[in-house]
Every structure is written in structure tokens, then in C-alpha cells.
């Protein structure tokens, strides 16, 4: 795609034509990055890690487009109204629960890996 983007930029010189073309496809390119896509999602889940939030609400964040970020992180469960996935923030785990508000925003519950797994070894200890 980029060698193609990259032939029409040349032969805008000679059909200016061209240039339209060109200008569409590098917009298309742009708007269906992941950078573009998830940038907001990853914004605010950093922004709850740096301020060591493990629960948040945004009214600014549509379910649909956090929902789309776990499916593109490998989510295996993402439903009408929750989507769960483990993903890496500065080098560290994470387990991410997306649940939509009714106002139509979206709640985000944010838990290290390393702490879910000690709770789970705590509680299969108790069970014995």
C-alpha cells in the first residue's frame, strides 16, 4: 500500500491528478491506524496507572470503541455490555474490564496481573 501511495506521489508530477488520489489514500492509511484508533483508549488507562486508579468512569469514552481495542488486543470475551482483556502498560501486566454506563459512557476497572494472581493463591489457600 505504501509503494503504492509512494507511485502516485511521483506521478503527481505528471498527472496532477494524482495528487487526489494520493491525499485519499494517505488519509484512509491514517484514520484506520491502531495509533488512531486506540490512542484515546490507551491515553486513559495510562492516565489511571500513573494516578493509581484501579476504577473509573469516563462519559467521554464510548463503549464501542474501548470494546474494538480488547477485541484488537485479543480479547476472547467482549459482549453487548462487557469486554475483558490482559494487556501490557509500561512493561507491566494488566487486566482490563470495559462495562458500559447507561448514561453511554464507559467504565473501566483496571487490576495488576501480579495482584489478581495472589488473591486467586490466597483464596484457593482459605478453600483447604
Same mark, same amino acid.
Given at each position: 500500500?505504501?509503494?503504492?501511495?509512494?507511485?502516485?506521489?511521483?506521478?503527481?508530477?505528471?498527472?496532477?491528478?494524482?495528487?487526489?488520489?494520493?491525499?485519499?489514500?494517505?488519509?484512509?492509511?491514517?484514520?484506520?491506524?491502531?495509533?488512531?484508533?486506540?490512542?484515546?483508549?490507551?491515553?486513559?488507562?495510562?492516565?489511571?496507572?500513573?494516578?493509581?486508579?484501579?476504577?473509573?468512569? #469516563?462519559?467521554?469514552?464510548?463503549?464501542?470503541?474501548?470494546?474494538?481495542?480488547?477485541?484488537?488486543?485479543?480479547?476472547?470475551?467482549?459482549?453487548?455490555?462487557?469486554? #475483558?482483556?490482559?494487556?501490557?502498560?509500561?512493561?507491566?501486566?494488566?487486566?482490563?474490564?470495559?462495562?458500559?454506563?447507561?448514561?453511554?459512557?464507559?467504565?473501566?476497572?483496571?487490576?495488576?496481573?501480579?495482584?489478581?494472581?495472589?488473591?486467586?493463591?490466597?483464596?484457593?489457600?482459605?478453600?483447604?
Amino acid at each position: 500500500m505504501y509503494f503504492i501511495l509512494g507511485c502516485l506521489l511521483l506521478g503527481g508530477f505528471y498527472y496532477a491528478e494524482l495528487w487526489f488520489v494520493a491525499a485519499i489514500i494517505a488519509a484512509y492509511l491514517f484514520f484506520t491506524s491502531p495509533a488512531f484508533r486506540h490512542g484515546p483508549v490507551e491515553a486513559k488507562l495510562i492516565h489511571m496507572v500513573q494516578q493509581h486508579q484501579n476504577y473509573a468512569q #469516563f462519559s467521554d469514552l464510548g463503549f464501542d470503541r474501548a470494546k474494538r481495542f480488547a477485541v484488537d488486543k485479543g480479547s476472547k470475551r467482549a459482549d453487548q455490555q462487557t469486554a #475483558f482483556v490482559a494487556i501490557l502498560l509500561h512493561d507491566v501486566g494488566y487486566a482490563v474490564s470495559f462495562t458500559r454506563v447507561p448514561d453511554g459512557g464507559t467504565a473501566i476497572l483496571l487490576e495488576k496481573l501480579s495482584d489478581l494472581r495472589r488473591q486467586f493463591q490466597y483464596a484457593r489457600a482459605q478453600r483447604r
